[in-house]
Structure formats: C-alpha cells, structure tokens
C-alpha cells in the first residue's frame, strides 16, 4: 500500500543478503556493522526486503534502526512479524505505531489485515471505518483491507 510506510511496489532501493546493507554513498552492499548507517537508510532497506518478501532479512533491519519510536519503523516490524506468522508481536507493533500516528492509514491497513487473518473480522472493520475517516473510501489503504475482508467474510460463508 502506498502512503507514509515506505516505497511500494517497485522500490529502486537495491537489496542486499542477510547481514549486509545497501550503502547510498559506495554504491555497493556492505556489511551491517561495518559502519553506522542512518535510521532513513536502514528503514528504506527494511522496507525494500519485506516488499520482496524476505521478511526475516527486513525484521532484522528494522530492529536494527536506532530510533524505534518512528511509526514507520513499528508498522515495518508489525509487517514483517505478521507475515512470519507472529500475529500478536506484529498487533502490538501497529498499536504503537498507531498510537505515535493516529492518522497512519497504512499501519490500520496492516493491523486490519491482521485482524482478518486472526478471523476477529469486527476489529478488522473499526480499522476500515478509521481508515474512511482519515482518507475516504477511494484510498488504496481501504481498498485492500476492504478487499480483504469482503474476501474472509466470503470464505467463511462458503464454508
């Protein structure tokens, strides 16, 4: 989803292996501890490598930025934890991002999308109802997790 979580879609950051990290001013992937990186740097990366889905590699990233009161950084980890299947660390996650940014339509878009996946499609639709009041209906944040829960909603009345 696009909005203030980071690049979508075809992200022009490059994507380095496990451990290492694109550096903007070498040009090249080096490694994480080889020198202090900005909390931006580390993030865009994050980021990149979840959009990829190598969200273990984007996990550890995020948990790598130094300012961790940064909602993008929370929804980051919320992200990444909720795609390993680790639904409750990744709800807590989006909670303080949420919490830090109210308006965040991206971070209620996951954390709803959350909530379908744990089947509690009723907190799953108070996001939706947020995410109207901050950007309408015709945003792409509430397109998906509507998406998302008329998809559930079908599926379990098919059943």
């Known amino acids: 989803a ?19 990290v694109w550096d903007k001013k070498k040009k090249k992937c080096v490694q994480k501890n080889a020198q202090i990186f900005p909390d931006s ?44 299947g680790q639904f409750d660390v990744a709800i807590d996650y989006y ?23 744990m089947g509690k499609i009723d907190l799953a639709k108070e996001q939706l109802g947020e995410i109207r009041r901050i950007c309408g209906t015709s945003c792409e944040e509430y397109a998906d997790l509507n998406e998302a829960i008329e998809e559930a909603v079908k599926s379990a009345g098919a059943q």
């Open 2 to 20: 696009a909005g203030s979580g980071g690049n979508s879609g075809g992200s022009s950051t490059p994507t380095c292996k496990s451990g290492f």
């Open 95 to 117: 909670r303080q991002a949420i919490a830090l940014n109210p308006n965040y339509a991206e971070a209620r878009e996951y954390l709803g999308e959350g909530y379908v996946t």
């Open 41 to 84: 740097d580390l993030t865009e990366q994050a980021w990149a490598l979840a959009r990829k889905g190598e969200f273990e590699a984007g996990r550890i990233l995020f948990n790598a930025v130094a300012n961790k009161q940064n909602p993008e950084v929370l929804n980051g980890l919320g992200y990444t934890n909720r795609k390993l």
